[in-house]
């Protein structure tokens, strides 16, 4: 059930997460030029409804490096680490090809291959890879700390942290959501704050598999960046939490 749960709630992100991109960036949407705080409202919304949906069951980290993070400080059992992982790539993938098909209509009105690659993933504005590496550090490594953070203050934990009994319900997933806003507008402008490698792979590969006309290429020699960088975040972000002893 849990590997349900991360595909479900992966999907969910993505859906809505990609899915407000193409409704601000793709041509005759009615929401074209909302600008950057309807993209980061709509992921950070996007986050909280996936996290409501399906915390109860998994904890909902939907994004390896969450899992990752919580493997390397004991709080995830290593064995469930895989598939937490792979049902958090195929939801990433199904929740793009669903915004591929919500948007169909508008992939030919929209000229730029670049625009349509950003519905799906991220890319840098300056392109400096130790740079861009470094700023999905710090913003998966803010996540991480704070998704804990957020339990650890509603719900005071001990050396195990039960995210499924954490954001099961309450006000926690609507924290999350908040949390992840704010990471994207504070510190989502240089990469586009994937912070996650699940939310930027799946879709990426969604775009060079899908018939998007005019789609153009899928930028392969960034795309590593966006996943090393937020796993690298996640385990730098729960390390410092328990290091502090914030989770003691």
């Not at 041509?27 to 950057?36: L, M, N, Q, R, S």
């Not at 803010?142 to 650890?152: A, C, E, P, T, Y």
Request: aromatic residues 10%.
């Amino acid at each position: 059930m849990v590997y349900i749960a991360e595909f479900v709630g992966t999907a969910i992100l993505t859906l809505l997460g990609c899915g407000v991109v193409a409704g601000v960036v793709l041509a005759k949407t009615k929401a074209h030029a909302g600008g950057w705080i309807v993209i980061t409202f709509g992921w950070g919304m996007g986050v909280a409804m996936a996290v409501y949906t399906v915390g109860q069951y998994s904890g909902a980290h939907i994004n390896p490096a969450v899992t990752i993070g919580l493997a390397s400080i004991g709080d995830l059992d290593l064995k469930l680490v895989p598939g937490y992982i792979a049902a958090q790539l195929a939801g990433a993938f199904f929740g793009a090809v669903l915004v591929y098909l919500a948007y169909i209509n508008h992939w030919k009105e929209t000229e730029d291959a670049g625009t349509k690659l950003a519905v799906f993933s991220t890319a840098p504005e300056v392109r400096n890879i130790p740079a861009n590496f470094g700023t999905e550090v710090i913003g998966t490594a803010m996540l991480v700390f704070g998704v804990l953070g957020i339990g650890s203050n509603i719900n005071p934990i001990g050396k195990e942290t039960d995210l499924a009994l954490l954001f099961g319900s309450g006000i926690a997933p609507l924290l999350v959501g908040l949390l992840v806003f704010a990471i994207g507008l504070s510190l989502g402008g240089p990469t586009g704050y994937a912070i996650n490698p699940a939310r930027d792979l799946g879709p990426r590969i969604a775009h060079a598999l899908l018939p998007i006309p005019g789609k153009g290429g899928s930028d392969w020699s960034y795309a590593w960046v966006p996943v090393v960088a937020p796993i690298v975040g996640g385990v730098v972000g729960a390390q410092a939490f328990t290091l502090l002893g914030f989770g003691g």
